[in-house]
């Protein structure tokens, strides 16, 4: 019989639709250091990560590659654990959603809710975002376009069944309001509040029947369950809920102590998911953390931007746990942090090689020339020594402190000013200077001593963080064994022990040819992607909604020239348009002001529809729109031969 305390924790479940990039891969090496953390501290830990594999996208993914949905996605999840496994990760389950138990048991869920007037049949009418495979309502959208990836939506109607997610609104405010931590950070609990929760809850679409690559409604041919309620059980089916009678692992684990998400779904894992939990009678998890994003400089990382990395790549040239430690000490807590090749070489070469590296070979080295590598009983104490002890007993703290409440990269940053001030204290007690004379010899065996046990402490508090590295530290310094509880007192390291070879830890890295090595990666990666691009420009184009000849006719569209352009005053996004439409002048207002300075347009001829309603934008009256093309976040505005004259009709 244990007797440890359970600790559950969970990231989301990684889509298989391509290999994922270093960014998706933070999430994982957040959550393992925090799952390493409650081992180290006895708590007895499940935790689970996973991938997420069905839905209209892989259907399509897959007929592009020229195998099965099953096919194409036991591959790509194969890539994704591969990553795990290769960034250390200590999972103890890895679900996937194609796992029968799993899909079995997301069967009775769905049977349940419905035979119990949760789940009910009726038909969506609604905005359809494609690729996203979400339905949105009017007030939802940004700027007339999907909120989460701003591509078009189309209407849509289909027959579905929904999850009544207005019958728990109320239930779901008050257990937010009364459960504080719940929603962390604080930030987010807000955001839920505010943004979704407070202006009322539209019950949810959870079937489909436009696709085939889903888990079958099972008392329904037509319908497979719609993603969320098949990706947020997960968390539950792996450790055995059953709606006719759970496990014991079950009980023993649910209900989950953190997940951990990204920002992006924070509003899924707080609000459909304890929704569904209710409705099932099941508790809630104790925590969502949302956590913020990593992108490359300022931007998100993608294939079109050329400037993909991954994990495993990354691990290539510079190790595993640097690549842990890099990105666990550059994610800020709560906003996104960014990846630049001048930050990958600074973290390694000043705090691993500089700092780490370096006081852990030379202390070790100075050991084995002074006193035959042989641990010596400290014996003189200096006011110096008590600073030196009293700074490990507190870095301890810090770090508990900061992981509890997810601060990672504080506790990384507390165990490098340990070692920081480990290289300080070697400053100060200038051991090759005690080592001169014979008289000294004890003082200089304290100093080792004081200085080795720091670092055996450094060593067990980045176990978390760096776990191969924690080893090559404890093995150099011969106590394979040492453990979080041996940090409580400064003193635990025996005198008497033998040390092994001194061996460089991180080997500097040349700036310039680590730059070069990751452009050459994202190269290739890129490269690697288009074909997954080109798949989801065509299911941008087969999601556009089809019209006849007479549709298109109503679109009066014509040639004009631009006479004059300014920027409208107060938006940062418009631009005051004055057309010659070939009878006369009119007003154009068009949101192009950060492509375009107003005067390079001026006599340029362009399109334009001329039949739309009259606009009021920005207090301007505007008479039309002029056409661009546009393609992620480029946009260039059409222009016609100067040769063909204002007012002529497209047809
Ligand atoms: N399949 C859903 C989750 C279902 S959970 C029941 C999903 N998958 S994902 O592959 O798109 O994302 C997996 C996780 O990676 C999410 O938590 C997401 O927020 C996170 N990240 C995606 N891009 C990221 C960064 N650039 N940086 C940090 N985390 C990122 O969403």
Known sequence: MCNKKPYYITTAIAYTSRKPHIGNSYEIVLTDA????????????????????????????????????????????????????????????????????????????????????DIYKGSYEGLYCTPCESFWTESQLVDGKCPDCGREVKPMKEEAYFLRLSKYQKQLEEYIESHPDFIYPESRKK????????????????????????????????????VWIDALSNYITSIGYDPDGSSELYKKYWPADAHIVGKDIVRFHTIYWPIMLMALGEPLPKQVYGHPWLLFGEDKMSKSRGNVIYADELVKLIGVDAVRYYLLSEMPFANDGSATYETIVERFNSDLANTLGNLVNRTVAMNNKYFDGIVQAPVTEEPLDEELKQYCLDTVKKVDDAINIFHMSDAVEAVISLAKRCNKYIDETAPWALAKDEENKPRLGTVLYNLLESIRCIAVLIEPFMPDTNKAILNQISCPDADYESLKEFGAYKPGTVLGQAVPLFARIDPKKLEEEIIAMQKAASESEQAIEEVEEKLDLESIEKIGIDDFAKCDIRVGEVKACEKVK????????????????????????????????????????SNLNPVKLCGVESRGMILSACHGDELKLIEVSPDLPAGWQIS
């Open 191 to 226: 955001e839920m509040l505010n943004n979704f929760i407070k202006p009322g809850l539209q019950d949810l679409c959870v079937s489909r029947t436009s696709f085939k690559w889903g888990i079958p409604v099972d008392f329904d041919d037509d319908h497979v369950v719609y």
């Open 34 to 117: 925090i799952a390493r953390y409650k081992r180290m501290l006895g708590y007895d830990v499940f935790f689970q990560t996973g991938t997420d594999e069905h839905g209209q996208k892989i259907e399509m993914y897959a007929k592009a590659e020229g195998c099965t949905p099953k096919e194409y996605v036991d591959k790509v999840a194969g890539e994704i654990r591969d990553i795990c496994d290769v960034l250390n990760t200590s999972y103890d389950y890895f679900i996937r959603t194609t796992d029968e138990k799993h899909e079995r048991t997301v069967q009775k869920i769905f049977r349940k809710l419905y035979e119990q007037g």
């Open 570 to 609: 107060k938006s940062k996004k418009l631009l005051k348009f004055t057309v010659f439409d070939g009878a006369g002048e009119r007003t154009i207002v068009s949101g192009i002001a950060q492509y375009y300075q107003p005067e390079e347009l001026v006599g340029r001829k362009v399109l334009f529809v």
